[in-house]
């Protein structure tokens, strides 16, 4: 293999850009940051910008909401805890079932088992009442929409489970008495 300059016929790089080649100009971004005032009128201002004391008329982005313990967090956990409320459907059950047996005595091993039953699904169900609220007492003006209405939704829903689950719980009829042993034969 030959390393000669004849061998290569490619153009040389010298290190330095040809006449006329576009170069990177630095300029301070000053054109971008014009006052809203002029376009728009003192009252009207862009959306998420708040101008500053001092009246200058440079507007400065409010800083983004979320984070670990915010409000988009906490409606997040309060959707999730909502779903997993309706998807066991425990508490729709339970209180078809109460309204169907009417009344009747059921035995006894039932109703403990019934109230069992409620009890988990009404405090999964208040569980995501509460985290719902607690989103909605986080919630600023930065909140973005979407957490609010997640949050209204857990809110909302959920307390018609807990009222599910209180109609249900009242509507457990009396154990029936003990039915007699029959002895073997």
């Known amino acids: 293999m030959s390393t000669t300059p004849e061998d290569n016929t490619g ?20 054109a971008v940051a014009e006052a809203p005032e002029a ?23 409010e800083p983004a909401a979320g984070g670990a313990f915010s409000a988009e967090t906490f409606a997040l956990v309060g ?17 078809t079932s109460m309204i169907l047996v009417g009344g009747e005595p059921i035995a006894a091993e039932q109703i403990a088992q019934i109230r069992i039953q409620i009890a988990a699904g009404g405090t999964l169900a208040l569980l995501t009442v509460v985290t719902s609220l ?11 929409p979407w957490a609010k209405w997640a949050a209204m939704v857990g809110i909302i829903v959920g307390v018609l489970f807990v009222l599910a689950g209180a109609a249900a719980f009242l509507l457990i009829p009396e154990a029936a008495p003990p039915q007699p042993m029959m002895p073997p034969f």
């Open 11 to 30: 153009r040389e790089d010298t290190g330095r850009a040809p006449e006329g080649a576009g170069q990177p100009t630095f300029e301070p971004a000053t």
């Open 39 to 61: 376009e728009y009128g003192a009252s009207e201002q862009y959306e998420g910008e708040v101008s500053d004391e001092e009246g200058t008329g440079a507007a400065a982005a």
């Open 134 to 144: 607690l989103s909605l007492f986080l919630g600023t003006a930065t909140t973005r």
């Open 79 to 95: 959707v999730a805890l909502l779903a997993v409320t309706i998807l066991s459907g425990q508490l729709v059950q339970i209180l």
